[in-house]
């Protein structure tokens, strides 16, 4: 973990430590699978603090930062993050998603400045609306338990905490995530919620 300052490291130690993700005794070395946690009052401070992780994609990164706008993602996202986590929705069962996401290289943005990313107007020609957007023809409704499954990975879960709530098996979960993927044609969770926000699906 790399923190803009001892107070942040002493709070980030006790969201990890509630969320049951352990912490690495040394600072871990490049290509190795232990997931750098940066994290600062601002995405741009804690971006900084990865150095060439980052751009060099050494290893699996997380940022957190107290303070998350749709601009700091963008240039987050441009520097090579995929996987961003708001202070204030570092729950424990967030964060361990988070941090399972950002090792598996998953992308994943908080749902609040994804919608508002999404939602600016024309003319930022790199905009997520505007990358993602996929096919042009409108997309068919989702199946009740699609439509369900994709709010719940887009409020962050993971399939375990899915399939708790929707009472049904981890199996299920990936199977519906895998007919979302195939028919929003898209790459991946973050990209799902993403298009699926914008074509108003959920």
Same mark, same amino acid.
């Given at each position: 973990?790399r *923190?803009a300052?001892? @107070?942040?490291?002493a709070?980030?130690? %006790?969201?990890?430590s +509630? ?5 690495a005794a040394?600072?871990g070395?490049?290509g190795g699978?232990?997931?750098?946690l940066?994290? @600062? ?5 804690a971006v900084?603090? *990865? ?7 050494l290893?699996p990164?997380l940022?957190?930062a107290?303070?998350v *706008?749709?601009e700091?993602?963008?240039?987050a996202?441009r *520097?090579g993050v ?6 204030a929705?570092a729950?424990p ?7 399972l996401a950002a090792?598996h290289?998953?992308?994943?943005l908080?749902?609040?400045? =994804?919608?508002?990313l999404l939602? +600016?107007?024309a003319?930022?020609?790199e905009?997520p ?7 042009? %023809? ?14 719940l990975?887009? %409020?962050?879960h993971?399939?375990?905490? $899915?399939?708790?709530? =929707?009472?049904c098996s981890?199996h299920?979960v990936?199977?519906v $995530?895998? %007919?979302?993927m195939?028919?929003?044609q898209?790459?991946?969770? +973050?990209?799902?919620?993403a298009?699926?926000?914008? +074509?108003?699906?959920?």
């Open positions: 973990m *923190c300052e001892p @107070g942040l490291r709070r980030w130690d %006790e969201r990890l +509630a969320a049951g993700v352990p912490t040394g600072p070395g490049p699978s232990e997931v750098l940066a994290v @600062g009052h601002t995405l741009q401070q900084e603090l *990865c150095g060439p992780d980052v751009p060099g994609r290893r990164v940022v957190a107290d303070r *706008c749709p700091g993602v963008l240039r996202v *520097c995929r996987t961003v986590l708001r202070a929705d729950s069962t967030q964060l361990a998603a988070a941090v090792h290289g998953d992308g994943r908080p749902y609040g400045v =994804l919608v508002r939602n +600016a107007p003319g930022g020609a905009t609306a505007r990358v993602s957007s996929g096919a042009s %023809e409108p997309l068919q409704p989702l199946t009740p338990r699609q439509t369900a499954v994709l709010a990975v887009a %409020e962050g993971g399939n375990a905490v $899915i399939a708790r709530v =929707l009472s981890e299920t990936k199977n $995530i895998y %007919e979302l195939s028919r929003l898209v790459r991946n969770r +973050a990209h799902a919620v298009r699926a926000v914008r +074509a108003g699906l959920i």
